[in-house]
């Protein structure tokens, strides 16, 4: 049975798709025992296989390049244990274009510091592009990271989202 997905990715993402003479699409292709067709000009992608847990895979990978991750990042999710998720800022902001300027560069923080810090308490990696927050680690470390984005969106305190994060890893390790 063939299966297909279509993905839509931004056009200035399409070359780091392909990579150098279509090195990053072959490697995809080729890992994962599908057909991948890329419509340049347009930002279409076109997934098809007859694994659909693959193409999944396949997809998710597509999206995180789409979303800024570089491929080596975006290749981890190849690794059964790896999740993607992305977390909208325009769901934050409504029609404001300061507003969600504002929000962006909040989640961002000075140098790239709220972002960072959240990657590290998390294990996570996270990218901030156009309108999303793309995040890809282990189930719980993406789950916390997301969890603390949309904080840092709804307003809470930066010091409030790091105390949050480091005593629910704390919590999770004492579980363990």
């Known amino acids: 049975m063939q299966f297909s997905y279509e993905v839509k990715i931004p056009k200035d993402r399409v070359a780091v798709l392909i990579g150098v003479k279509g090195s990053v699409k072959k490697e995809i292709q080729n890992t994962l025992s599908l057909k991948l067709t890329v419509d340049s000009k347009e930002g279409d992608v076109f997934l098809e296989g007859d694994d659909s847990l693959k193409l999944l895979t396949a997809q998710n990978i597509v999206k995180a390049i ?6 080596e990042t975006a290749l981890e ?61 282990d189930y719980e470390g ?13 307003g809470s305190r930066h010091s409030g989202v790091y105390s949050f994060l480091e005593k629910s890893i704390k919590r999770r390790k004492n579980v363990l």
Do not use: C
């Open 142 to 154: 993406v789950s916390f990271a997301k969890r603390a984005f949309e904080a840092l969106l709804s």
């Open 66 to 71: 789409g979303r800024g991750f570089n491929p």
């Open 77 to 137: 999710l190849l690794n059964e244990n790896a999740y993607f998720d992305m977390v909208d800022i325009s769901n934050f902001t409504g029609d404001s274009r300061a507003k969600f300027l504002r929000i962006k560069a909040r989640v961002i923080g000075t140098d790239g510091k709220a972002r960072k810090t959240i990657e590290n308490l998390t294990h996570t990696s996270t990218v901030v592009y156009g309108k999303t927050i793309s995040i890809i680690g």
